[in-house]
């Protein structure tokens, strides 16, 4: 095993975990799930079937992760934030059940306590502020809060809030275009 794995965490046989990646305690994750690189799962997560996770993720305490929820490299989950695959839940069902997936792309912060609805892409470096409730796509480096969840501003690669002329402290500059912001060479 190239991975750790805390004496007191469920990890499916045929889970995908690969190297350097931690899981804590009280951790479930399911057969089926994929599990990239350098990750930290930490205490009381859920990760079904189906989930897939990249490389250097964060996830923090008491995460559920759905089938249908796809994590990109580089990517924090805070505490407490809550994936959703079913747009009508229901215990008991007469239809058929439809999955709608969600993709939090590479870099993204999703801050503690945030519910993230299905069907929705989450851009590169976004940052959702915590306890915001995510209803629809967040573009690239966007800065939102709120419930529902409102763009404020943009957010740097490092996570600081951007400047009018979209610049950050940290030394990076963006410009922006048509389809959102890219950093300025």
Known sequence: MKYFKHPKALVGKKAVIKEKTRIWAFVNVQDGARIGAHCNIADHCFIEKGVVIGDHV??????????????????????????????????????????ESTTVKKGATIGSNATILCGL????????????VVTKDIPAYALVAGN???????????????????SCSCGLKYQKTKTGLTVHA
Not at 148 to 166: E, H, N, T, V, W
């Open 148 to 166: 529902p969840a409102k763009m404020i501003g943009y957010a740097c690669r490092c996570g600081r809030k951007l400047d009018k002329k979209f």
């Open 121 to 132: 892409t989450i851009g590169m470096y976004a940052f959702v502020g915590a306890g915001s």
């Open 58 to 99: 964060t996830v923090k305490n008491g995460v559920a992760l759905f089938d249908g929820v796809k994590i990109e490299d580089d990517v924090f989950c805070g505490t407490n934030v809550v994936f959703i695959n079913d747009r009508r839940p229901r215990s008991h069902r007469k239809d058929v059940w439809t999955l």
